[in-house]
């Protein structure tokens, strides 16, 4: 089963540890691939420091570089007319094989890969039409899939190229009734209506056989690895940014929304988040609840949506800002106002990390190791995943 432990994101903001020897190929790159959308921000880009500037493919032409903890790719190393990269997926694999995902108005966007732990880069953009990727995900069999401003696309590594995958069929059932026949019961015809996914897709999760889309134009589920997806606006509410899964429940987040679905993407239910929270711009899933990160912290449901709680953590009481479920370790951790990560097997108490020694800008999940990314310090990580340190802060 694929979890999201396995991929990156610009808006999915881990704890600063000791990086272990075999990661370290690796995670210098993974370092600048995380942005601060959840995180701590800063106001003005800081500059490109030396040595911030990797090769990516054409060594005089495109660079590797970080401005205020981002990732851009730069046409020179001082780190001029840059594009975005909005999210990286490590290969489940091969562990010195990463892929990030690029925004970008110029000709060095979509896709890159490296096979070396970044020491060299690659376009892989054969199909995908120029278009720019806001999420990636790796399915079952290794393949990829991307979240475009077009729609969604799948690249086969047999066949060496991106295809499209957009076909949208829903089920329409009518009713009809014999006209001219006394006492005509009513009956049903079922039809299906086909379309084509178009609008852009800020997130696309893989969730083993099953593969779920946040969208501009709704909700999306596929039971056929991307051939035929399933869905669409949720009531009235379309423009969907984040989506999650965790068993039956799958859990979709507009900036003021919350969709639910506890039926595998079928039969979605909206709910409201609570109006202190302000616009919501991720969701996650864990066993027992949904939370959501917002403009005034997190916030956590354990009723779908019927009541929600305010999260604080420390002492005094602080604001998270990000909240992430780690399915291997099976505990919830959570980024703080102040750069510090807590974590909870039960999401009643939290407990500080004391060896996170700095600031953390973002944070993330791979394969229950965390991750975090500092604003000066590159990333830490985890050595190997390892039970929860004594409780020192708690909510």
Not at 22 to 45: E, H, M, N, Y
Not at 310 to 318: C, D, E, K, L
């Amino acid at each position: 089963m694929v979890r999201m432990h396995n991929v990156f994101t610009a808006s999915s903001p881990l704890t600063s540890l000791k990086t272990p020897r075999i990661c370290r190929k690796w995670l210098a790159i993974i370092a600048l691939l995380f942005g601060s959308v959840l995180g701590v921000a800063q106001d003005t880009p800081a500059p490109v420091a030396p040595g911030d500037a990797r090769s990516l493919g054409h060594p005089s032409r495109v660079f590797l570089g970080t401005a205020a903890g981002e990732l851009y790719l730069s046409t020179s190393a001082s780190g001029n007319s840059h594009s975005q990269v909005s999210t990286v997926v490590a290969d489940r694999s091969h562990p010195d094989t990463i892929y990030a995902g690029v925004i970008s108005d110029q000709e060095f966007g979509g896709v890159f890969v490296t096979h070396d732990g970044g020491k060299h880069w690659q376009q892989m953009n054969s199909g995908l039409a120029g278009h720019d990727i806001f999420s990636l995900a790796q399915t079952s069999h290794g393949d990829l899939v991307a979240g475009t401003q077009r729609g969604i696309y799948v690249y086969s590594h047999q066949l060496g190229r991106w295809s499209p995958e957009n076909l949208v069929v829903n089920e329409k059932v009518t009713a009809t009734r014999t006209p001219k026949l006394k006492n005509a019961k009513m009956t049903t015809r079922k039809e299906y209506v086909r379309a084509q996914l178009k609008g852009r897709v800020a997130r696309v999760i893989v969730f083993g056989e099953r593969w779920y889309a946040a969208t501009s134009e709704g909700v999306y589920a596929s039971y056929d690895q991307g051939h035929s997806w399933h869905g669409g606006p949720v009531r009235d509410e379309q423009n969907f940014l984040s989506i999650d899964a965790y068993g039956e429940k799958v859990v979709a987040s507009s900036p003021d929304a919350l969709a639910i679905s506890n039926r595998h993407g079928v039969g979605w239910t909206l709910v409201d988040v609570p109006s202190s929270a302000g616009t919501v711009s991720n969701v996650a899933a864990s066993p027992s609840a949904i939370w959501i990160s917002s403009q005034a912290g997190v916030f956590c449901s354990h009723d779908d949506g019927a009541t929600w709680e305010h999260v604080t953590v420390g002492s005094p009481s602080q604001n998270l800002v990000s909240a992430r479920y780690d399915s291997i370790n099976q505990r919830m951790l959570g980024l703080s106002e102040s750069g510090e990560v807590y974590a909870t097997t039960v999401g009643q108490s939290w407990t500080y990390f004391p060896d996170a020694s700095m600031r953390i800008r973002s944070f993330n999940v791979a394969g229950g190791q965390l991750m975090a990314v500092t604003p000066f310090r590159g990333v830490k990580a985890q050595p190997e995943a390892r039970s929860l340190p004594k409780e020192t802060r708690t909510q």
